[in-house]
């Protein structure tokens, strides 16, 4: 019999699959981003790294993402310990609200924190923590609803302090889910384009945004291309270190059966709930503002979105940008489907811990570089392909996918690593090839992930902004870029239809969310 087969995990065949995403990411990442590259690399490009306001930008990047990953580690410790130690009415209520935020578009954030904060760095940090409070919460809570409370009350008992405790025990227990998120955390707000975009204006600027106005309006691509090298090697640094914590995670995780260790909490620990529920509530407070300037003086932006804003600001209705957005949305989903759990399942398959992190560094890189890069790849080479993709109504689901695709592997790639092998081997045992351990075995037991992971999916396509706002024309322009495009223009109509839009688009993100808190399989996977 064939050892793979009588290991019981999938051998070469599914194995294989991983060349698709690797193809989809050879053509639809690699070659765009490195023709840009590529055109931009010469002296010019030196200059602009020479420049010391390139570095400026750069340590306003990396500081602003290490203030927000601080702000949603500090705020989501709280959270985590909420979901994972407490038992009380309402929590499968309180985990659908951490989730909200995170799947919120950005311009729907951007806008309702200028609405509450205005403009500034500290916005632009509490917008990024905002967004990032359900990473460090979902992960770490996943850790530390593992941990035996054992260890816990016999320190207690030799006389610490809950706060000894906590920093002699449960923390360096944590410690493996806490780099993990943090990094996740930092790369998400180190390469924040909506946020900044809205918050910071002329006078803030990002690596992300800088690339944005030096393509866009300057068409500097040697300044831009030179600022995605530097972008890219900062994003492949975290993801390194990203994967080695993710690795000690999984390994926690492998070593720790799941305990009961939910209960209604008791003296200190009130303390910490009270503070979760803080969180929580300020958690709301922007969702709730931006309901409630979409109705200010009625209903007059709910109204206008049959039309095109004021003196004509729009080439579609709002309406229409809608219909725009579940149709690109659904087609960026599927393909993010097929293409996500392709690459679970070589991963899963594979054998070599190298080349497995090779693998997955690759698969996450798109989430780290600039999506104005990309979307300017794709102007400048597509053509090459038959059919000449540059005009065709696909390019938004493609840019899209690429964005989705890694956080749909991050949620079904942990749920088939925690089955069973030994279900695998039995199948194996009994005459079940590769394919049919999948379907019998893997399939039934991660069908939940796969649906979670689809709407999870689905509503990130909805809201996403940077590739979306390049390369949509006018006419097929989506829901997010019709907000982008309403903010910007003059005119009362304008500003209430933006509320408007951004109170549909979140209508609908939060009760995707809700279906995927009701799909999500237990603690598992990354969000």
Known sequence: ????????????????????????????????????????LDAAALDVLADPSTWRIVAFTLGQAAAATLVAVVAGLPVAFLLARVALPGMAVVRALVLVPFVLPTVVVGLAFRGLLGGGVLPIVLANAFFNVAVVARTVGGLWAHLDRRAEDAARSLGASRWRTFTAVTLPALTPALGSAAAVVFLFCATSFGVVLLLGGARFRTLETEIYLRTVELLDLSGASALSLVQVTAVVVVLV????ARRRREAALKLRARVESARRPVGGEWWVVGAAYAVVALLVVPIASLVARSVDGGFAGYRALSGTGHAGSLSVTGWEAAANSLRTATDATVLALVLGVSAAVALVSLRRARFIDALDTALMLPLGVSAVTVGFGYLITLDALPGDLRTSAALVPLAQALVVTPLVIRLVLPVLRSIDERLRQAAATLGAGPWRVWREVDLPLAGRSLLAAAGFGYVVALGEFGATSFLARPDTATLPVVIGRLVSRPGELNSQMAYAACTLLMVVTVAVALVVERLRAGELGEF
Request: aromatic share 10%; no cysteine; net charge positive.
């Open 1 to 40: 019999m064939d050892r793979a087969v009588a290991r019981g995990r999938p051998g070469l065949s599914p194995a294989l699959l991983g060349l698709l995403p690797l193809a989809f990411l050879a053509v639809f990442f690699a070659w765009p981003v490195g023709a840009i590259v590529r055109l931009g």
């Open 241 to 244: 270190l990203g994967a080695r």
